[in-house]
């Protein structure tokens, strides 16, 4: 009898055109209140990419969400702006905001940003971020910031109906096309699947482009990268870019059928737990959903639900670890010089408290960390600087695999070998 009712279940499901999963909806849910619940955190910057994904779900709190507009409107701009008058670039934050504004219909035109001399609407400071990205490119063949970002400005700009202009999207076929755009030095999935969305953006709302054909091309060129990234687990890429690559491959006018191996890899990596960090959920729970960025462009805020709710915060008792294990850390400086420091840590310690562990002993390590919306960014380590303006960065391995994950998410269970190595990209 239950296995008749559980193959009635399914069958239904598939029915429905919705993946065919027990669990799929609890696992939703889970993820969708932890979502919302990051949004408590009083002294993290208001993310933007949690606003989208919360927007975007199928399920809402309306009056959290607006708390959390409201302290985008305020905390997140204000960061901006300070960057703005500092002349930094902004286009990832700044296309973030936009996007997110656009997913609470909020009108983009009554809020402006001042860069010290004039104050302007944020799509006139995104359309000038984008022309000095594009410019760039064509002085060096890359972005100041990176392609990732560079598709979040195009999308952000087509998502809100502003014309792109032709040149600007050029430079994105063009580096599909010429294999630019990477992850340190390998391909990149998940800037492929923001730059798949931003074309297709185009490609839908008719932006005239130099030449079509080429717009065709590299999105069948994204298409076929994605799809030939998936691992043996069903992943495309990794755990961490899978999200954005079915949001990518649905946004291109794939079947939800053709990514349910990707599907049942991200709720079989929900189910273990992985998506803790808020920005891996915010990737994550909207490709779950079978929703895309895309999906921003027609948002109409209307008759929305209204039935998330919070239970009380779980308290979670941390016990002290019985346990030390045997990590021995490697530092692999620019000038090839190499430094290594070998100790005891308590199992299950995050690779950030291992660090400060090491700095607090005096063995002679040092490091310091930058703030981003994936958490602590390892930007200087023994007083060396790996800096993104030089093209620079630390990058973690451990026995000679490279992290998936950061300082502060990465959790040291076993005997091991970490290696920080100053790399270019
Ligand atoms: C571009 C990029 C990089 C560039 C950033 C510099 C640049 N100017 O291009 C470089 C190559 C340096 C880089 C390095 C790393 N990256 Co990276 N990176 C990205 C990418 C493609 C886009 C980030 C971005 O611009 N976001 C948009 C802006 C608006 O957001 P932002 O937070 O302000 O952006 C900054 C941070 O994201 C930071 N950053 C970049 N990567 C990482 C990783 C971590 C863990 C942290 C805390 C911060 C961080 O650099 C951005 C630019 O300043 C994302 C993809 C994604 N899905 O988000 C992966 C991504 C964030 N990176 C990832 C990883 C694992 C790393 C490394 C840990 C790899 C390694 N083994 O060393 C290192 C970081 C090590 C360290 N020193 O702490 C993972 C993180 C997954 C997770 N659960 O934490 C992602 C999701 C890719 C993936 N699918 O695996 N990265």
Known sequence: MKAVLLLVAVLAALAAGRPCAPDHDEITLKLNKELLRSTEEPDSLPNPSVHIALRLSTQHNLNKEGQHLNQLKTKLHQDIQSSLVARQMVVGRLALYILALRSSCHDLNSLTLSDGKTSEPLLTHLKRQMEKEKEHIAFSHRPLTNYYQYSLGVLA???????????????????VQ?????????????????AGMALQCLKDA???MKNVEELDKALATIKQKLLNSQRTDGHLGNEFSTGLAVQALL?????????????????????????????????????????SYLQLKSMEC??????LVLDAAPVVEVLPSLTNVPVQVEVLKADGSSSEYKF?????????????????????????KEDSLWGPFLSQVNREQARQTDRRYWHLSSNGNSLTQGIKDYKIEEAQKITIKNTAY
Not at 182 to 189: E, T
Not at 302 to 307: A, F, G, I, L, Q
Request: net charge negative; charged share 20%; hydrophobic share 35%.
């Open 157 to 175: 700009l087509c998502v809100s109906g502003v014309r792109v202009s032709s040149h600007v999207s050029h430079k994105l076929v063009h580096a």
């Open 178 to 194: 010429h294999g630019l755009i990477k992850h340190g030095d390998s391909l990149c999935i998940d800037s492929h699947a923001m």
């Open 206 to 208: 008719g932006t005239p």
């Open 251 to 291: 946004a291109m006018g794939s079947s939800v059928m053709e990514c349910s191996t990707s599907m049942e890899a991200l709720r079989s990596d929900a189910r273990k737990g992985s998506y803790h960090n808020a920005m891996a959920i915010s990737q994550t729970l909207p490709a779950l959903q079978q929703r």
């Open 302 to 307: 209307r008759d929305e639900d209204d039935t």
């Open 344 to 368: 005891e840590v308590p199992s299950g310690s995050s690779l950030l408290e291992v660090l400060t562990l090491l700095q607090d002993h005096q063995m002679g390590f040092t490091f310091e």
